[in-house]
């Protein structure tokens, strides 16, 4: 069994990766003042760097959990990322191998499922996610090795919550791709959990509006409740 699962890295780039907006989704980059151009990144460093030590300590933990429970314990796996650039996510494992095929099959056996994922692309009653991921899904332990792709620049510790190529079609708002996608962000704290997929874009565009210091921190701050109550999916 390996450290990290690499069958996704085995796949093909998904050929439609050129998503690139016009100039009108990249407002925020443009109109933006010191925040948005240096501050936003600056925060994402220090702050990764401020938590690495603890980070790194339950890291380990949960991946000897993850491990006992039968898998590898990191996958990573392709996400549309600012201006529509994908990038590989990292995460702890929370699901059985060979998920995607089961999530086909279950869709299929069970209508009721099918409309629910349609409409949240996600399901209450998971039967992809193994003991020890449910655990690190309800408490977003699982995002934890994400925090390697905010040192890296492809996401920010607040932002719109990361896509999947094949759900574009499904979002219908614009300034996702003006945004580095984030760990946590207005989504992530709201009740998530009856929010339909095409809510997102409202919460992404309010927040490209009033991205500042201020909000990002209100942000962050409002997360460690949301983890604490163990209420993710």
């Not at 962050?220 to 993710?232: D, E, F, Q, W």
Request: hydrophobic letters at 45%.
């Amino acid at each position: 069994m390996s450290f990290v699962d690499l069958k996704n890295e085995q796949a093909e780039v998904p050929s439609n990766q050129r998503f690139l907006a016009g100039n009108e989704l990249r407002r925020a980059a443009l109109a933006g003042g010191f925040y948005t151009h240096y501050g936003k990144r600056l925060m994402d460093i220090t702050l990764v760097l401020l938590a690495a030590p603890a980070v790194l300590a339950a890291a380990i933990v949960i991946a000897v959990l993850v491990s006992l429970d039968g898998s590898s314990p990191i996958f990573r796996q392709w996400r549309v990322g600012r201006h529509g650039r994908l990038f590989r996510m990292w995460k702890f494992r929370s699901m059985v191998p060979e998920a995607e095929a089961m999530l086909r099959a279950h869709l299929v056996k069970y209508p009721d499922a099918a409309a629910e994922w349609h409409h949240y692309q996600k399901l209450k009653q998971d039967p992809r996610i193994t003991r020890v991921g449910a655990v690190l899904r309800r408490t977003s332990l699982d995002e934890l090795p994400q925090l390697w792709n905010v040192l890296k620049g492809e996401m920010s510790l607040v932002g719109p919550r990361p896509m999947l190529p094949e759900q574009q079609s499904l979002y219908t708002g614009q300034a996702y791709y003006s945004l580095r996608p984030g760990l946590t962000g207005p989504w992530q704290v709201s009740d998530r959990n009856a929010c339909g997929f095409a809510d997102r874009a409202g919460f992404d565009s309010s927040y490209l509006d009033e991205m500042s210091l201020s909000s990002d921190l209100r942000l962050i701050g409002a997360t460690l409740p949301v983890v604490a109550k163990a209420s993710g999916q």
